[in-house]
């Protein structure tokens, strides 16, 4: 039996909400599962990923293979850089000391997108108001 980990959608219609499950491939996507591992928020802002780490590192070292939308959340999370370092045999101690570098590495990147989109909104104001000033006075060059 081939196991993933991958979305089983819930939620209203137009307001999805995923739980991130292990399951047989074999099965359909709403279908049988073994065991849910997290859950998925995409609506809420920023986008919410909610993970049992140790069950889904459980999973991993069982050999379950995520798709490709759930590596991608789990790589948000860290948890997917926590499942390598631990694959390539790492110590705990080590992993935790690369984690924390991982964070704050993400921290930062967080804070120059911040600051790159508060720019970015100056200079639209700035745009803005510059041609608000030129089209007040329409016979002035």
Do not use: C
């Amino acid at each position: 039996m081939a196991v993933r980990l991958r979305l089983r959608r819930i939620g209203k219609k137009k307001a999805p909400m995923y739980q991130i499950v292990a399951a047989d491939s074999r099965s359909k996507r709403d279908g049988r599962f073994l065991e849910v591992v997290g859950r998925y928020e995409p609506r809420q802002h920023p986008a919410a990923v909610t993970t049992r780490d140790d069950r889904v590192l459980h999973w991993l070292r069982h050999g379950a293979h995520p798709t490709d939308t759930v590596r991608s959340l789990l790589r948000t999370t860290g948890l997917w850089y926590r499942w390598t370092l631990t694959r390539n045999g790492l110590d705990d101690a080590r992993v935790a000391t690369e984690l924390e570098k991982w964070q704050m590495a993400q921290g930062m990147k967080r804070q120059r997108v911040e600051q790159r989109k508060a720019r970015r909104a100056q200079r639209r104001k700035s745009a803005a108001s510059k041609e608000a000033e030129a089209s007040a006075a329409p016979g002035q060059s």
